[in-house]
T-cell receptor, first 116, second 114 residues
Framework: KAGVTQTPRYLIKTRGQQVTLSCSPI?????VSWYQQTPGQGLQFLFE???????NKGNFPGRFSGRQFSNSRSEMNVSTLELGDSALYLC???????????????FGPGTRLTVL | AQKVTQAQTEISVVEKEDVTLDCVYE???????LFWYKQPPSGELVFLIR??????QNEISGRYSWNFQKSTSSFNFTITASQVVDSAVYFC???????????FGKGITLSVRP
């Protein structure tokens, strides 16, 4: 089975712009989660989507948003980029995503976003 | 609130040495799951092992083994006969039973020298 794929792998933007990142989960996985990784804050949970609905959300401003399509592919969007948004954005997919199952999350290679 | 502490920040060993990575977690939930992930320089988080809160049996899988102790809220991970390819950042993570948010520790940078 193919793993989680993320596009693009690298992105350079300037402050004030917006960006859209894409994630394709492992075939059959219905839950997609997004994480931000920075040297200062480490790995932080952004949000999780299951069956096209946002099911969980971390403590990030409304500039960070996402969506999931009927084929489980997900996108996240960051509007009005700030320098502090420079980070590695990781997407993870899990099997059923059913609450209470504690499904293992499998991660993609990440998108490295640099904001100038 | 849940928390994961990885007190070690950097470990350096010589190839073939055994190395243990420590992890201490905090949660009030009775159902939870613990994970270890490896992040090589390429950036991708690679799943290594997983343990459920209701199963304290420790296991060995190849060169990897783990020691889960609920009494001390610890989930330590051991690599036996380390190899240069084991050099990476290792993260311990906690997942609560009714949630899908992984809480990560700060990570341990492991360097294995030839």
């Amino acid at each position: 089975k193919a793993g989680v794929t993320q596009t693009p792998r690298y992105l350079i933007k300037t402050r004030g712009q917006q960006v859209t990142l894409s994630c394709s989960p492992i075939s059959g996985h219905r839950s997609v989660s997004w994480y931000q990784q920075t040297p200062g804050q480490g790995l932080q949970f952004l949000f999780e989507y299951f069956s096209e609905t946002q099911r969980n959300k971390g403590n990030f401003p409304g500039r960070f948003s996402g969506r999931q399509f009927s084929n489980s592919r997900s996108e996240m969007n960051v509007s009005t980029l700030e320098l502090g948004d420079s980070a590695l954005y990781l997407c993870a997919s899990s099997w059923t995503g059913t609450s209470g199952r504690g499904d293992t999350q499998y991660f993609g290679p990440g998108t490295r976003l640099t904001v100038l | 609130a849940q928390k994961v502490t990885q007190a070690q920040t950097e470990i350096s060993v010589v190839e073939k040495e055994d190395v243990t990575l420590d992890c201490v977690y905090e949660t009030r939930d009775t159902t939870y799951y613990l994970f270890w992930y490896k992040q090589p320089p390429s950036g991708e988080l690679v799943f290594l092992i997983r343990r459920n809160s209701f199963d304290e049996q420790n296991e060995i899988s190849g060169r990897y083994s783990w020691n889960f102790q609920k009494s001390t809220s610890s989930f330590n991970f051991t690599i036996t006969a380390s190899q240069v390819v084991d050099s990476a950042v290792y993260f311990c993570a906690l997942l609560l039973g009714a949630n899908s948010k992984l809480t990560f520790g700060k990570g341990i940078t492991l360097s294995v020298r030839p």
